[in-house]
Nanobody, 124 residues
Framework: QVQVVESGGGLVQAGGSLRLSCAAS????????MGWFRQAPGKEREFVAA????????YYADSVKGRFTISRDNAKNTEYLQMNTLKPEDTAVYYC?????????????????WGQGTQVTVPS
């Protein structure tokens, strides 16, 4: 069993930056692909980014490509999401996820473990 806990959310002005962290406990993350999803008010949960077990491969939603960077530190059992040039449409609850699916899982059902979420708010 893996438990993941997000941190680093908050309120930031448009154009600003935030770094989300996700710490895992229970088992090592070294064998899990990791990712981030988000859910804005009144909208469905959507994929944001994914990173492979080794960290050598990443994938991003078009809406965040070039602005967000996903990374991981397997020695620290932690993953990160660096978010730059934030926009009001990035406002959402962000979820850290872990998957036993090989490669770069992109779909909600492919992720086995979910955090409780951390709120990111970018006022318009």
């Amino acid at each position: 069993q893996v438990q993941v806990v997000e941190s680093g959310g908050g309120l930031v002005q448009a154009g600003g930056s935030l770094r989300l962290s996700c710490a895992a406990s229970g088992r090592t993350l070294r064998t899990y692909a990791m990712g981030w999803f988000r859910q804005a008010p009144g909208k469905e949960r959507e994929f944001v980014a994914a990173i492979s077990v080794s960290g050598s491969s990443t994938y991003y939603a078009d809406s965040v490509k070039g602005r967000f960077t996903i990374s991981r530190d397997n020695a620290k059992n932690t993953e990160y999401l660096q978010m730059n040039t934030l926009k009001p449409e990035d406002t959402a609850v962000y979820y850290c996820v872990a998957s036993k699916t090989p490669g770069l899982p992109l779909l909600i059902y492919q992720y086995d473990y979910w955090g409780q979420g951390t709120q990111v708010t970018v006022p318009s």
